[in-house]
């Protein structure tokens, strides 16, 4: 098998050198001028796989209601027989569910789906109720009063198109949702849909529709009641199962606690900074004729421009309009919301709530609750920002974004029996897995826990680990791979960036200088919102923005303007918003959101400065006449085989060192020195074929064949470049496991990228099982050998107490570290905490230092709390 593969390696490697000799073969022929292209070496940021592959649609069955899966508990005192549940002896995997929620029913339609006629899945929740019509629906009372339900819930198309069609028209029918954000340009190229944004509540509802249609009566069950003890003690003794899943809602959390939580261990806070809480204004525009708020594009060009003010669509539909607007709070806020809206809450509580809201209050209660306080002001400066009546707000519920974790998401139940006398498993997934969060959008918020369940769902089908467990086995160690990656992206996406956290970003700027702000608060909100409006305009033109967003494309542009995005800064100039609403505004820093283009350079500084120093590292100034001696001299001993001679030849072509750049004979002579069995050619042709140069059109396939070859003759930065696409899934199959072996070897002989990857995953738990003593020595070490990044880590591990005690003196010494070598976030990180005095002493002069320093990196949040003229790039 060995040799087949270094056959097969090989092979690859001949054919890219053949291909790349041919094309600089026809490049020579022709005379082409060749442009000059700077291999990206990792320095832009590529999309990552999320997920899974979806599955085949079932088979369109006829859409009949089967209220026979339903037990009625109302009418009994003892757990239900097997018999009673399982009236046509459904074999196979058996599956309990604590948390008939969105994530509970979502992995029920999919697992039903999945394991047709092979699985039984029970799904206890005791906020369910039957109907007149026979069947379950939520109760009215709880619902009205539940907080959680006015949250939007963004389904990504790959997870909403997991569903069959008519069992996705009966979850998410028509006009209960809105598609307002773009997609990206890969998912474009591959057919996928848009992001559908729909009211949690009405998620719910549907999915409780659809899980009770006829052709899901075999699988499924539903019982109306909680997953307590007796019913564990009734599924222990006498029904078995494979399988444990504690899923979403406050009944499934007493489950985890009662029954998971000795075996998961204690929760560890997982986000950056303290928690961020958001305010949620529930908005029923619908029959609203006189009002005229932003549509569609222009409200998301607002919400992608700052991350104070953030505004959802969840219909928008000629007949109904319906949104939820988001204020983000700053510590002291957080407080006054406590104080006003749940005043006898603990300070225990306060401190970390329990996961989703508090109970939604109508508006006009909680106004009065407010009074006077500044939080009711800004809260109708909000309203102001986007154009909406305060005579169409419903509700207000006050979220909390905790991102927690415990060691694990499953564990093996020693004290409970499989059917075949294996030992069930444990899994946290939805809300009791994490908290809600304060982020919204495809990949984040509500929507984002389905992912972990479509993780599941996707081991235990179409991956095939069911049959392990049926046979009394474990749980392979693949899917359980597979589900904790899944959890880590989704937790490493809500953390958002790393350093200071939003909530103390607002704390210093709503601090600083009360009403009298700089003026250069509001320049750095409109720069933003005017990147934004240019992205999204962009995306339009590619077919990117889905329908809604495309009609409304019309107010981000105005005849004769320069550029888009001209008539909405109108409007909101005239909108009469306050000083304050833009310092925030402007210090809670713009939006990452990689489908139109809003990635990286926004928040880590300004990618032209990239690009700049790697052009002046490829062009080394020309054609000397000493190097024009030494290039033909190298040139007889490269064609007689010589690989060393061959290579630097390359590289001065390449770099114009000496020899006028000419890419395509610096090619031919890398080529030949990869062909001479070169290490370093074979990664230096690997990263060519990567990123494309010149006539060579990027081949990533053999690119990695090139790494590989050159990884297994022991060149370290190939080991890394390996890792690197086989962590991406850059044109090959996403490896994590393969990807952490080739980052280990590159650590182990000391390259400092490779150390930072391997820290960065064994701190995280993404694709391997979580180490957090091992990641910070790998993370140390990174840092000790120059990544500043590492030395960002380990600030923000030490600043929010994630996996390690508390630390705000630590934080700062590292946030200084990665300071100094000049990272824009750890330099804005430590202004923030130099104007607090937060870990460091209060230095207002220090931190206008280092916001300067961010500043005119790019970083926009910096911009923003410059206090001096003139400091914002032209």
């Not at 239900?80 to 604590?98: H, M, N, R, Y």
Request: net charge negative; glycine share 10%; hydrophobic share 45%.
């Amino acid at each position: 098998a060995a040799a087949a593969e270094a056959a097969a390696i090989e092979a690859a490697a001949a054919a890219a050198a053949d291909a790349a000799a041919a094309a600089f073969r026809f490049a020579d022929a022709a005379g082409a001028a060749v442009a000059s292209a700077a291999a990206e070496a990792g320095s832009a940021e590529r999309p990552r796989k999320k997920g899974f592959a979806a599955a085949a649609a079932a088979s369109v069955r006829q859409r009949e209601y089967a209220p026979s899966n339903v037990v009625d508990t109302q009418a009994i005192d003892v757990e239900p027989t097997a018999a009673e549940l399982d009236p046509k002896d459904v074999s196979g995997l058996q599956v309990i569910v604590a948390g008939g929620g969105m994530v509970g029913l979502w992995l029920a339609l999919l697992l039903a789906a999945e394991l047709r006629g092979r699985a039984r899945i029970r799904v206890y929740e005791p906020r369910w109720e039957r109907g007149e019509d026979g069947r379950l629906c939520w109760k009215a009372g709880g619902a009205a009063q539940d907080g959680r339900r006015v949250q939007v819930a963004s389904l990504p198309a790959r997870l909403w198109s997991r569903l069959s069609p008519h069992v996705r028209e009966e979850a998410t029918p028509a006009g209960s949702f809105a598609e307002a954000w773009p997609r990206s340009a890969a998912q474009a190229r591959n057919g996928e849909g848009f992001a559908r944004d729909m009211e949690l509540g009405a998620l719910e509802d549907g999915l409780l529709r659809a899980v009770q249609l006829e052709e899901f009566e075999a699988e499924v069950q539903l019982l109306p009641k909680a997953y307590d003890a007796a019913a564990h003690s009734s599924a222990c003794d006498g029904d078995r199962f494979h399988l444990l899943v504690a899923a979403d809602g406050e009944p499934a959390q007493a489950s985890r606690d009662l029954l998971l939580a000795p075996a998961l261990g204690r929760p560890v806070p997982r986000l950056a900074g303290v928690p961020e809480r958001t305010l949620a204004l529930s908005i029923d525009l619908s029959g609203s004729a006189a009002s005229s708020p932003l549509g569609v594009a222009a409200s998301a060009a607002v919400s992608l421009a700052q991350r104070r003010y953030l505004l959802q669509w969840s219909a928008c539909s000629a007949d109904s309009r319906r949104c939820t607007l988001h204020m983000r709070l700053s510590r002291e806020e957080a407080d006054q919301a406590f104080d006003a809206l749940a005043p006898d809450a603990s300070a225990a509580l306060r401190r970390a709530p329990p996961s989703g809201p508090f109970p939604r209050l109508p508006f006009e209660d909680a106004a009065q609750r407010l009074g006077d306080s500044p939080l009711l002001v800004r809260l109708r400066e909000g309203l102001k920002l986007y154009g909406l009546p305060e005579e169409a707000v419903g509700s207000l519920a006050l979220f909390s974004s905790d991102v927690v974790e415990r060691p694990g998401s499953m564990a093996e139940l020693e004290d409970a029996s499989s059917p075949q006398d294996g030992v069930p498993h444990g899994i946290v997934l939805g809300d009791s897995a994490r908290a809600g969060s304060a982020h919204f959008g495809p990949g984040f918020g509500s929507g984002s826990l389905l992912e972990a369940a479509d993780a599941l769902a996707t081991a235990l089908g179409p991956l095939g680990f069911a049959a392990s467990l049926c046979r009394g086995g474990p749980l392979p160690k693949e899917a359980a791979v597979a589900l904790e990656g899944a959890m880590a992206e989704v937790r490493d996406r809500d953390r958002g960036q790393a350093g200071v956290g939003v909530p103390d970003s607002l704390s210093a700027a709503l601090a600083v200088g009360g009403g009298q702000q700089p003026v250069e608060a509001r320049s750095a909100f409109f720069i933003r919102l005017q990147v934004s409006c240019d992205a999204l305009v962009s995306a339009a033109v590619d077919g990117r923005l889905p329908g809604a967003a495309a009609e409304d494309l019309g107010s981000l542009l105005e005849d004769g303007a320069e550029q888009p995005g001209t008539a909405l800064c109108r409007r909101l100039e005239a909108a009469g918003l306050q000083a304050e609403t833009f310092s925030a505004m402007a210090a809670s820093g713009p939006r990452s959101f990689p489908e139109v283009g809003l990635g990286a350079a926004t928040s880590r500084g300004d990618g032209a400065v990239t690009e700049r120093t790697a052009a002046d590292l490829y062009d080394k100034g020309g054609e000397t006449e000493e190097g024009t001696a030494h290039a033909a001299n190298l040139e007889d001993i490269a064609i007689q085989g010589n690989g060393g001679a061959a290579m630097e030849l390359g590289i001065m072509y390449l770099t114009a060192d000496g020899v006028d750049k000419d890419e395509a004979r610096g090619l031919k002579f890398i080529t030949l020195a990869a062909e001479s069995g070169m290490a370093e050619a074979q990664n230096c042709l690997g990263s060519i074929l990567r990123n494309g140069m010149g006539v060579v059109e990027p081949d990533r396939k053999m690119a990695a064949a090139c790494f590989r070859k050159a990884a297994l003759m022991g060149d370290v930065e190939a080991m890394f470049n390996l890792g690197d696409m086989l962590y991406d899934g850059d044109g090959i199959k996403q490896d994590l496991k393969e990807a952490m072996k080739w980052f280990r070897e590159a650590a182990d002989e000391g390259l400092g990228e490779a150390k930072l990857k391997v820290g960065s995953m064994l701190q995280s738990g993404f694709g391997v099982e979580k180490d957090t003593s091992q990641a910070l020595r790998w993370l140390t070490e990174a840092a000790d050998s120059g990544q500043a990044e590492a030395s960002v880590i380990l600030g923000t591990m030490a600043f929010s107490g994630d996996g390690v005690p508390t630390d705000r003196v630590a934080a700062a010494k590292h946030f200084l570290l990665a300071a100094e070598q000049g990272d824009p976030q750890a330099q804005y990180s430590l202004g923030v905490m130099c104007e607090l005095g937060d870990g460091v002493e209060r230095d207002a002069e220090r931190s206008q230092y280092w916001f300067r320093k961010a500043a005119a990196l790019g970083l926009v949040e910096a911009q923003a709390r410059v206090r001096q003229e003139k400091l914002l790039p032209a």
